[in-house]
């Protein structure tokens, strides 16, 4: 499934990638009052990479972590989840994993529902 196809489904509804705009990143004022939470992007590689993913959650920022380079039944990536899960456990928080690619983690107060929006 392309990435577009993942964007608009496959369901051939209406939409049309004339429909989105590209946002570039220099468009923001980044420099306003500082966020109590931030929504942080990771990438897991190896296992040294989840201490910095810990210490975000534990400051109360949220994760999403890509996890493409390892397979869900690899022994490394259970070892991390099962880490991870620790994390969301110890500060109140959640975790679930969307698709075969991402984890998300997030800290106290924030739960992650479980339903996509839309169809």
Do not use: C, W
């Amino acid at each position: 499934m392309g990435l577009m196809s993942k964007i608009l489904g496959e369901s051939g509804n209406s939409r049309k990638t004339e429909d989105y705009v590209e946002l570039n990143a220099d468009d923001f004022d980044a420099s306003g009052a500082e966020a109590e939470r931030q929504v942080r992007i990771a990438r897991i590689s190896d296992k040294q990479d989840v201490v910095e993913i810990k210490d975000a959650v534990y400051d109360g920022d949220i994760v999403i972590a890509d996890i493409t380079r390892h397979s869900t039944q690899d022994r490394t990536m259970e070892h991390i989840s099962d880490e991870l899960k620790q994390v969301a456990s110890e500060v109140g928080g959640d975790i679930v994993q969307k698709d075969d690619d991402q984890l998300i983690i997030t800290p106290a107060g924030v739960g992650i529902a479980r339903e996509r929006l839309g169809r």
